[in-house]
């Protein structure tokens, strides 16, 4: 099992690019979620999916959507980039069982200039 | 809103115990968690509680619940310089909710 991994791992944008991250599970999780990480801010959540074709707005969900077409996968996307979302991004998925255990990836390190 | 509230920082000698604290607003939260994140990677699930727990004990961990005060902590029994890295506290946001609410975690640091 690859868990969850995240594409790609580092990226330079410049302002008003546009990106998408993916993030890939093998574990049949129902649930995904976005993060970013921003010194001294902890994680905040960005959109989540509760299962495919669902996604949902988190606590900071400006400036970025969301799709789960497939069961597996979660895409970020930045239509047009700004230097405020320069940031470490996550991706992490669970079920409701197993008390709800959420699986990070390891990080997409994002810097927009 | 809820909020998860811990210290930024706490630095150990090698060997001696680390007590990490955390303060929770939801009193309605089922699970409390520890998670870990060493540098330049994800988070990894270190522990978690149920809220009907006072006390878990894992090895070398030592998870307190003390749901009056709505206070968390972890202790770490004879630290290891391999256990520097940032600890988050989080709490589920309600009995039928998918989100988890974390702190800003604190930078534990083991000097040798």
């Known amino acids: 099992n690859a868990g969850v991994t995240q594409t790609p791992k580092f990226r330079v944008l410049k302002t008003g690019q546009s990106m998408t991250l993916l993030c890939a599970q093998d574990m049949n999780h129902e649930y995904m979620y976005w993060y970013r990480q921003d010194p001294g801010m902890g994680l905040r959540l960005i959109h989540y999916s509760v299962g495919e074709g669902t996604t949902a707005k988190g606590e900071v969900p400006d400036g970025y959507n969301v799709s789960r077409l497939k069961k597996q996968n979660f895409l970020l996307g930045l239509e047009s980039a700004a230097p405020s979302q320069t940031s470490v991004y996550f991706c992490?998925?669970?079920?409701?069982?197993?008390?709800?255990?959420?699986?990070f990836g390891p990080g997409t390190r994002l810097t927009v200039l | 809103g809820e909020d998860v509230e811990q210290s930024l920082f706490l630095s150990v000698r090698e060997g001696d115990s680390s007590v990490i604290n955390c303060t929770y607003t939801?009193?309605?939260?089922?699970?409390l968690y520890w998670y870990k994140q060493e540098p330049g990677a994800g988070l990894q699930l270190l522990t978690y509680i149920f809220s009907n727990m006072d006390m878990k004990q894992d090895q070398r961990l030592t998870v307190l619940l003390n749901k009056k005060d709505k206070h968390l902590s972890l202790r770490i029994a004879d630290t290891q310089t391999g256990d520097s890295a940032i600890y988050f506290c989080a709490e589920i946001e309600g009995a039928g909710s998918y989100q988890l609410t974390f702190g800003k975690g604190t930078k534990l640091s083991v000097i040798p």
């Open positions: 992490a998925s669970g079920n409701r069982r197993d008390y709800n255990e959420q699986f």
């Open positions: 939801d009193s309605s939260s089922t699970y």
